[in-house]
């Protein structure tokens, strides 16, 4: 994965994470972060989210699904998957 590409993940779940914290939705849920940090990213502006997606080297968006959980989850009608997905990760 290039660089660039890194980046632009990394502001979109940046954004991403902003924008459910200021619409008080389940960030929690939504992203796998801790009330705490959803808050702290709640509270950066435009040009600090850019700043830290542009100087951190590693992707912020992690997989949360277990090996296990992927497998089921792959097997399933598609009717079913999100509501499986939501039940495994809260």
């Known amino acids: 994965m290039e660089k660039r590409d890194v980046q632009k993940i990394n502001r979109q779940?940046?954004?991403l994470t902003r924008q459910l914290a200021r619409e008080g939705r389940a960030a929690e849920v939504?992203?796998?972060?801790?009330?705490?940090?959803?808050?702290?990213i709640g509270s950066l502006d435009l040009d600090e989210i850019d700043e830290l997606a542009e100087t951190v080297p590693v992707s912020l968006y992690t997989f949360r699904l277990t090996d296990a959980a992927l497998n089921r989850l792959l097997q399933m009608p598609r009717e079913v998957k999100g509501t499986y997905a939501e039940a495994t990760l809260v």
Do not use: N
């Open 13 to 15: 779940f940046l954004l």
């Open 30 to 40: 939504m992203t796998g972060l801790p009330r705490a940090v959803i808050d702290k």
